[in-house]
T-cell receptor
Framework: AQTVTQSQPEMSVQEAETVTLSCTYDTSESDYYLFWYKQPPSRQMILVIRQEAYKQQNATENRFSVNFQKAAKSFSLKISDSQLGDAAMYFCAYRSADGNKLVFGAGTILRVKS | DTGVSQDPRHKITKRGQNVTFRCDPISEHNRLYWYRQTLGQGPEFLTYFQNEAQLEKSRLLSDRFSAERPKGSFSTLEIQRTEQGDSAMYLC????????????????FGPGTRLLVL
């Protein structure tokens, strides 16, 4: 079974600075998808960024980018120019290419200081 | 696009009572998922539907839990004889899967129903 590990329960970043959230996963599959979701306090979870495992190029979405290291089974999220609105719980998630359900990590709480 | 909606947003019940939650997916989405999230943890998969067919159920879904999606649109999740361990956030997500291509869908989540069993 696939597992996703987020080793940082909590992170802090100064407004306008850069922060990196870590995620590792375990799988024997070669084709899969990886996601970062953001869950603000008392608000619904929204997709931040996704990465297809067959793509070597790291995904980027505006201030959000990933560092996907397939051999190391690592998928970190970098947030540049952090804003107060980035404060949330961030979840890393895995899905098999031919699967359906998402497998989530335990999450990392990101605090942004002004 | 009104997004995924869930009702109620909060539910407090006494142990042993039955509860039912509703999820309305994004209108054109053919897949609907239920997840459970306990405090400080990531969501855990419970079950999912492709149109009206329930295709997979997690071991977490005991026989006290039942889910339906009768017309392939909204879904209900019922918990019978609730226990304190059922207290959690119940999340619904939906997605659109192409029937001609591979599974590249992104799941969109609703705001969740927070259940507290006293």
């Amino acid at each position: 079974a696939q597992t996703v590990t987020q080793s940082q329960p909590e992170m802090s970043v100064q407004e306008a600075e850069t922060v990196t959230l870590s995620c590792t996963y375990d799988t024997s599959e070669s084709d899969y998808y990886l996601f970062w979701y953001k869950q603000p306090p008392s608000r619904q979870m929204i997709l931040v960024i996704r990465q297809e495992a067959y793509k070597q190029q790291n995904a980027t979405e505006n201030r959000f980018s990933v560092n996907f290291q397939k051999a190391a089974k690592s998928f970190s999220l970098k947030i540049s120019d952090s804003q107060l609105g980035d404060a949330a719980m961030y979840f890393c998630a895995y899905r098999s290419a031919d699967g359906n359900k998402l497998v989530f990590g335990a999450g990392t709480i990101l605090r942004v200081k002004s | 696009d009104t997004g995924v909606s869930q009702d109620p947003r909060h539910k407090i019940t006494k142990r042993g009572q039955n509860v039912t939650f509703r999820c309305d997916p994004i209108s054109e989405h053919n897949r609907l998922y239920w997840y459970r999230q306990t405090l400080g943890q990531g969501p855990e998969f419970l079950t999912y539907f492709q149109n009206e067919a329930q295709l997979e159920k997690s071991r977490l879904l005991s026989d006290r839990f039942s889910a339906e999606r009768p017309k392939g649109s909204f879904s209900t999740l019922e918990i019978q004889r609730t226990e304190q361990g059922d207290s959690a956030m119940y999340l619904c997500a939906s997605s659109l899967v192409s029937l001609t291509g591979g599974i590249q869908e992104t799941q969109y989540f609703g705001p969740g129903t927070r259940l507290l069993v006293l």
